[in-house]
């Protein structure tokens, strides 16, 4: 288990992330980005990305680097596959750690290998107590390389496991209190999952361990139908973040207080001040209550 984040550096590093609203950062809006030096909270990118010596990825994002803090998201180390964890990928995600020191650093709880075989998908575990040590000891193992906490983030579901014997949520709780890292709270994967299993969402998020949430997460998601005629929604990250979304995320911020917000668009990406403006909404209910908070303190 990592030790007392108050004394390593992953405590001071995170506290460069301010509780406001970021955008994902995408290659086609860079230059746009720097010459209009958009007021925005952070970026965040995906760790995949970043993972060649060199080269124009690097140098676009050391720039950006220099005038915004940035938040390190991983997508592919399989945290919950059965095989041990990629050695090669972990020391790849320790020197982006430390080249960038990112503010926050977060993966999901997911697998996508199998042997040798790379699936480019975040596929779902089942909550049993093998798959929660495997969990636990695969994110002992990261926290200890990367040297740093990380955040796991909650996933968005389409099917259960008749082999789970524990809810996401115990299973997530359990995760947090063991390894002692913390949670990202994608507030649209929770009304994905919640809407596909016929579930309240709002329940969901009352019983959610929100002290150990260091970011959340905002997204569009597509909707559909099951074979049933049911209502089914995937998440695509591919428009604007639903109504439905923005009213849970009003009510966690409501709660919590404001946290570090991060707008996800990864497909049908559109011009920038599209993303802006999602990232600016989000920071307006960010300051809101944010106001609220200290009408209340004083």
């Not at 004394?7 to 086609?28: D, F, M, T, W």
């Not at 952070?42 to 050391?62: D, T």
């Not at 699936?119 to 929660?132: E, G, I, M, S």
């Not at 970011?215 to 973040?241: K, Q, S, T």
Request: aromatic share 6%.
């Amino acid at each position: 288990m990592l030790s007392d984040p108050a004394q390593n550096k992953s405590s001071r590093v995170e506290a460069a992330i301010l509780a406001r609203a970021g955008a994902g950062l995408k290659p086609e809006h860079i230059a746009e980005i720097l010459e209009t030096r958009a007021d925005i909270g952070f970026f965040e990118v995906h760790a995949e990305n970043y993972m060649g010596a060199g080269g124009m990825p690097h140098r676009q994002l050391e720039d950006i680097r220099k005038d915004y803090p940035v938040s390190l998201h991983g997508v592919g180390l399989s945290i919950g596959g059965e095989t041990a964890l990629d050695k090669a990928h972990l020391q790849r995600l320790a020197e982006l750690n430390k080249r960038y020191e990112p503010g926050l650093f977060s993966e999901h709880l997911a697998w996508s290998t199998h042997d040798t075989t790379y699936f480019n998908d975040l596929l779902p575990v089942p909550y049993d107590q093998a798959t929660l040590d495997r969990v636990c000891d695969h994110i002992d193992e990261v926290q200890d390389v990367v040297g740093r906490r990380m955040l796991l983030e909650n996933p968005s579901t389409y099917i259960a496991f008749e082999r789970s014997t524990m809810s996401e949520l115990d299973f997530l709780k359990a995760i947090a209190r063991r390894t002692g890292c913390g949670l990202l709270l994608d507030v649209n994967n929770v009304h994905v999952s919640c809407t596909n299993h016929e579930r309240s969402a709002e329940d969901y998020l009352s019983e959610f361990p929100m002290a150990e949430v260091g970011e959340i997460h905002l997204g569009g998601h597509a909707p559909d139908m099951d074979d049933a005629g049911r209502p089914l929604l995937i998440d695509a990250h591919d428009r604007e973040v639903d109504e439905a979304v923005w009213a849970l995320y009003e009510q966690v911020i409501a709660h919590v207080g404001p946290v570090p917000t991060l707008v996800e668009w990864d497909n049908d990406i559109p011009a920038w001040p599209v993303l802006l403006k999602e990232a600016q909404a989000a920071d307006q209910i960010l300051a809101r209550h944010r106001s609220a908070n200290y009408r209340q303190a004083v």
